[in-house]
C-alpha cells in the first residue's frame, strides 16, 4: 500500500481551493465531482513533489462529514492505493480495522471501489486500488 492522498473537509470547495493555492501553493487538478452516494462534492489538488489532496465538501446536512464541515473542517481521512481492494479489507480487518464503508463505486475514481475503514488512534482509511481520478486534467 502506498499512500495516494489525504482527505480534507471544507465548508465550501470554492474557498478551501483558493486556501491551498494562497497558503501551500497547490493547484487545482480536477474537475469538481459530485459524490451521490457520499453526498460530497470533492476535488483534487497537487503540487510537484508532493502528494495529492483532496478538498471534500458535504453536499447537504445528511452527508458524513456534514458535522465536522459544521465545525471548520479539517483532516478526513488517509488514502491508500493497494493492489486488490477486496484483499486489502480483509488484511486490515485481521489487524483490528473495522469496515466503515464497504467495498462500493467511488465517482471521484472513475468509478472503481473503494472503501473505508477505521483503524487504532482513529485513523480513517480509504482503500482504493485504481490511480484514475475522475475529471483529472493534471493542470499542476
Not at 459530485?34 to 453536499?59: A, H
Not at 483490528?96 to 463505486?105: C, D, Q, S
Not at 471501489?113 to 482504493?128: G, P, V
Amino acid at each position: 500500500m502506498v499512500i495516494d492522498h489525504i482527505g480534507i473537509v471544507v465548508r465550501s470547495l470554492d474557498q478551501g481551493i483558493q486556501q491551498w493555492e494562497r497558503v501551500f501553493g497547490y493547484a487545482k487538478s480536477s474537475e469538481i465531482v459530485s459524490n451521490s452516494r457520499q453526498k460530497v462534492r470533492v476535488v483534487f489538488l497537487s503540487k510537484t513533489d508532493s502528494l495529492t489532496v483532496k478538498l471534500v465538501e458535504p453536499s447537504d446536512a445528511s452527508s458524513s462529514v456534514f458535522p465536522l464541515a459544521r465545525k471548520g473542517g479539517g483532516l478526513h481521512h488517509v488514502c491508500f492505493r493497494c493492489d486488490d481492494l477486496g484483499t486489502q479489507v480483509e488484511l486490515l480487518r485481521e489487524k483490528g480495522a473495522r469496515l466503515v464503508v464497504p467495498p462500493e463505486p467511488g465517482e471521484a475514481f472513475g468509478g472503481n471501489q473503494i472503501a473505508f475503514l477505521l483503524a487504532e488512534n482513529n485513523l480513517n482509511i480509504e482503500l482504493i486500488d485504481t490511480a484514475e481520478k475522475a475529471g483529472w486534467c493534471g493542470c499542476a
